[in-house]
């Protein structure tokens, strides 16, 4: 399976919290859904990955700070894919991605403060704190279980001396 979906989640200006993810679907077949609602990422409703706001132990979050969201195809197969194992055929080349219905919602900030704050429908913000329900989190441990390929979390030669902070949660 050569189709990877690579995770991070950057706070404070920094990343490294990458988990990486084979596909329980052909992604070439169809349209899919990638969403980020949030906290919670998801493909086609289901979650993949969730990122706790651990801040009050110290731990960097974004609630405050612009986003930006990235989608790309590149050229990673020196690291990203399957332990190095798989290379780009370039024979296949060109390669290409399409979006469609694209849709960002979120807070606008700027001087004058955050659009959130503004008094909005609590309806229009319910996505700042959506949770995941019991079937949710069933979803999420079994595509963590069966199609994680790679956990930041988990990685000890990436961090011999010690796991990152929110990984010992």
Not at 18 to 41: C, G, K, M, R
Not at 43 to 54: G, T
Not at 107 to 127: E, I, L, T, Y
Request: aromatic share 16%.
């Amino acid at each position: 399976n050569p189709y990877t979906v690579h995770t991070n989640v950057y706070a404070q200006g920094k990343g490294n919290k990458e988990h990486q993810f084979y596909l329980w679907f052909d992604p070439t077949a169809a349209f899919h859904t990638y969403s980020i609602v949030s906290n919670p990422f998801l493909v086609d409703n289901s979650p993949i990955r969730v990122f706790q706001n651990s801040k009050a132990i110290g731990i960097p979050f974004s609630k405050s700070k612009p986003m930006r969201v990235y989608s790309s195809l590149w050229n990673a197969d020196d690291w990203a894919t399957q332990g190095w194992q798989v290379k780009i055929d370039w024979t296949k080349a060109p390669f290409a991605a399409f979006y469609r219905n694209y849709n960002a919602n979120g807070c606008v900030k700027s001087s004058a403060g955050s659009s959130c704050a503004s008094g909005n429908s609590v309806n229009d913000q319910a996505w700042q704190t959506q949770e995941l329900d019991s079937a949710d989190r069933n979803r999420l441990r079994w595509v963590q279980s069966k199609f994680m390929i790679y956990n930041y979390c988990t990685d000890l030669k990436r961090f011999p001396q010690c796991l990152p902070a929110e990984c010992k949660r």
